[in-house]
């Protein structure tokens, strides 16, 4: 447990909030564990659909706390740290999860919104990977994802120049969905986390293993969809969205799991 993970419950929405805003929220080995814990368990609870990172005050996260990397390497041989038991509990996710990106995000900030399934930021937000100018390396497979969101032009300023992005420019990149005023960004990311909570969340995972599936022939990739698709026809969730067309109500997916 630390206090500078807050974790909240509503909706059907588990939001982990990084606040350590002294620290512009740098994310600690307490700090990895905890998130990675409030994931994993979220995949293991039915009331929860969507999971939503966000982070106190006027940051996201400036990255991994510096000091906690001199005496930690992130990277070890004797089983899985904290930040790599986070990255794969984000990486193996089978529920969505969603960023709200309220001020600077550092780093493994902006490494670990690569493997989002939707990020939104505000307008005062800015992205960086300053990993190569502190004569480090990219993480966590940041030097596929990176550049199969924003191109290999994008990604080379961002991981060669660590040159800084605007909310804007990350945008128009690739990396965000959509960009809001400052003061509206959580209650309009909490909205669209909603708004997934209430669909099918076995269509709602299929779609999220497609989209993150890595690439493959164009056929083979028909043929997995159609196979899918005739699978979701024949669920339980279709009957409930088709009953609710032809009765003209709102479909209710509360029940599945
Ligand atoms: N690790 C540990 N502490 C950090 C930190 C980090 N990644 N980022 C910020 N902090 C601390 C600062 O040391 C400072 O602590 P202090 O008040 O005890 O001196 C506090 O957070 C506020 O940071 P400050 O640098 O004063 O704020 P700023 O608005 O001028 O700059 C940043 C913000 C994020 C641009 C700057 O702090 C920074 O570059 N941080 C390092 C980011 C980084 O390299 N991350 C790792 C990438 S691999």
Redesign the pocket.
């Known amino acids: 447990m630390t206090e500078y993970v807050k974790i909240s419950d509503a909706e059907g929405v588990r939001t982990i909030a990084f606040s350590r805003t002294?620290?512009?929220n740098?994310l600690t080995r307490e700090m990895y564990d905890a998130a990675a814990n409030a994931l994993n368990g979220a995949q293991n609870d039915p009331e929860i659909r969507v999971v939503l990172f966000a982070g106190e005050g006027d940051?996201f996260t400036?990255?991994?706390?510096?000091?906690d990397f001199l005496e930690h390497p992130p990277f070890s041989e004797d089983g899985p740290s904290p930040v790599e038991r986070f990255m794969t509990a984000l990486m193996e996710a089978k529920k969505p999860v969603v960023a709200a990106v309220g001020g600077?995000s550092?780093?493994?900030g902006v490494t670990m919104l690569l493997h989002c399934d939707l990020v939104y930021a505000s307008r005062m937000a800015t992205f960086s990977t300053?990993?190569v100018k502190?004569a480090?390396a990219p993480e966590f497979a940041s030097s596929i994802t990176m550049p199969a969101v924003m191109g290999c032009a994008k990604a080379a300023e961002m991981l060669l120049l660590g040159e800084k992005l605007s909310a804007e420019e990350a945008e128009r990149a690739g990396l965000v969905a959509r960009v809001f005023a400052d003061e509206e960004l959580i209650e309009q990311a909490t909205a669209r986390c909603r708004k997934l909570a209430k669909l099918a969340p076995g269509a709602v995972a299929d779609a999220k293993t497609l989209l993150r599936a890595p690439a493959e022939d164009l056929a083979a990739r028909m043929q997995r969809e159609g196979k899918l698709f005739n699978e979701r026809l024949g669920s339980d969730e279709f009957k409930e969205a088709a009953g609710a067309f032809f009765e003209r109500r709102e479909p209710d997916f509360s029940k599945f799991g």
Do not use: E, T
Not at 62 to 67: V, Y
């Open positions: 002294d620290k512009k740098a940051s400036a990255g991994n706390d510096l000091n600077l550092v780093g493994i300053p990993f502190l480090l």
